[in-house]
């Protein structure tokens, strides 16, 4: 059984950083792609940044270009997110998700974690 869990989340004033982490279990994503996805209240759920290792690609949604970073450990497969310069606008329950196929921008990747939230203050 795969499982996603999230940490890292919290609060944080604005130009802050943030550092999240996404560590799977159950089967090894290590060519597979993973990424995070982010809800705000009452906003339907939106891409972030995910990265196919084995392909060496790395996507970014442009209001995260430049302040957000993805990377992951394969020998502890995990994926993370740094983020930084955060924005009010930022806020929002962050979400790893992972598939054995890429599945782009929409949410309708198989494997998904449980929620981390990130609130940045102004």
């Known amino acids: 059984q795969v499982q996603l869990v999230e940490s890292g989340g919290g609060l944080v004033q604005a130009g802050g950083s943030l550092r999240l982490s996404c560590a799977a279990s159950g089967r090894a994503f290590d060519s597979d792609p993973m990424g995070w996805f982010r809800q705000a209240p009452g906003k339907e759920r939106e891409f972030v940044a995910a990265?196919?290792?084995?392909?060496?690609?790395?996507y970014y949604a442009d209001s995260v270009k430049g302040r957000f970073t993805i990377s992951r450990d394969n020998a502890k497969n995990t994926v993370f997110l740094q983020m930084s310069s955060l924005k009010p606008e930022d806020t929002a329950v962050y979400y790893c998700?992972?598939?054995?196929?890429?599945?782009?921008?929409?949410?309708?990747?198989?494997?998904w974690g449980q929620g981390t939230q990130v609130t940045v203050s102004s």
């Open positions: 990265i196919r290792w084995s392909l060496g690609y790395i």
């Open positions: 998700a992972a598939d054995h196929y890429w599945r782009g921008y929409d949410d309708m990747w198989e494997y």
